[in-house]
């Protein structure tokens, strides 16, 4: 049971911000971010009200079956009111938990999604590009904006690896769970046997941070360039325009080649490294919050085995959560994906729940 004391501070803060905002005299600064504030609330006001008055009506229900002047038509009214109100009362107090949650401060921000090829040869990068193409798919159907800032291909036309940028609304919320390796069942085209091969690719997904979100001390970074590699052409090799960054003090250090300016280099790699590192101090902080409790889903590690795509079957399934959706087409063309997001998410939430309790 949520504290009644708990509940009412939600609708006093809430009258306190809805007076604020009519006044007129909130700091510009500070407007947004208190409208926001004031607009997520409202969502869930009325459920807090309800929440609290729960006990009055439920008594009042309670005097009227009670009550032996009450005729039976009354009492059998108050009956089905009263097992409403009870089951009204649980959906209510799981909302409001789940409101109550502590919030991911990276849930709103845009995203950062890297995709390497793993083993598998040629086939593992034909399915690091499938992977990439979905993720393409997913963006545009929601439409977010995806900027590519590397991307290294392999002889068969698949991907070696691929990082893009993805800015929109919740981004890292929705493609959080992706993080890990996604596994591949299927029959290369180079197979005369008919025989199924098995590949991997591994997806991580760092939410994108701000300068604001991590300060990174000049003195902390080393920077080389060098001539960049690649395939000929009158643009590589003639200027020194790559650039490599290295953070000192963790170890971490970014490539980046693919624009012929170096500044632009610099700037892709430091949007690449900062969201690395703030992604390294968040999980820090996670594992000293759960003193090494984990959870099946949103650990992010790469090296955890997430989801298997069996193209025989035409079945996708995810082994965090055990849920197959018979529908692999749909999900590659992003159209069964917030299915399996919206079961991870369920899920997740009813974790962190029982954490609670």
């Known amino acids: 049971m949520i504290p009644v004391k708990t509940i009412e501070e939600l609708i006093v803060k809430h009258s306190d911000l809805e007076k604020e905002l009519s006044s007129g005299e909130v700091d510009k600064k500070l407007f947004a971010e208190k409208s926001k504030e004031y607009s997520d609330l409202n969502e869930i006001v009325d459920i807090a009200k309800k929440y609290i008055s729960f006990e009055k009506d439920k008594k009042d229900l309670l005097k009227i079956l009670e009550d032996q002047l009450s005729d039976d038509e009354l009492k059998k009214m108050a009956e089905i009111e009263l097992r409403d109100l009870n089951s009204e009362y649980e959906i209510n107090e799981k909302k409001l938990k789940l409101f109550l949650l502590p919030k991911d401060e990276a849930d709103k921000k845009n995203a950062i999604i890297e995709i390497r090829a793993g083993t598998g040869g040629l ?37 070696k690896e691929v990082i893009a940028s993805i800015k929109g609304s919740n981004i890292y919320s929705t493609l959080k769970y992706e993080s890990g390796v996604h596994r591949v069942q299927r029959v290369p085209d180079t197979e005369t046997q008919g025989r199924v091969h098995t590949s991997a690719a591994t997806v991580a997904v760092l939410p994108e941070a701000e300068e604001v979100d991590l300060k990174i001390n000049d003195t902390d970074l080393r920077i080389d360039v060098f001539r960049a590699g690649g395939p000929g052409g009158q643009s590589v090799n003639t200027t020194d325009s790559a650039v490599r960054i290295t953070h000192i003090p963790t170890g971490l250090s970014v490539s980046q080649q693919d624009e012929k300016s170096q500044h632009k280099n610099k700037a892709k790699g430091m949007k690449i490294l900062r969201a690395r590192l703030y992604e390294l101090e968040r999980s820090r902080i996670d594992q000293e919050r759960s003193h090494d409790r984990k959870t099946k889903i949103g650990t992010g ?4 085995r997430i989801r298997t795509y069996n193209f025989p079957q035409g079945r996708v399934t995810d082994h965090r959560i055990n849920l197959t959706l018979h529908k692999l087409n749909e999900f590659l063309e992003g159209e069964a994906f917030d299915e399996m997001v919206e079961s991870l998410t369920l899920q997740a939430q009813e974790e962190s729940l029982s954490n609670l309790n």
Do not use: N, P, Q, T
Request: proline share 0%; net charge neutral; no cysteine.
């Open 301 to 304: 590690d790469r090296s955890e």
């Open 123 to 159: 086939e593992a990068s034909l399915f690091a590009s499938d992977l990439f193409k979905m993720y393409e798919k997913v963006s545009h159907k929601k439409k977010w904006s995806l900027e590519l800032i590397s991307i290294s291909r392999s002889d068969a036309g698949g991907l």
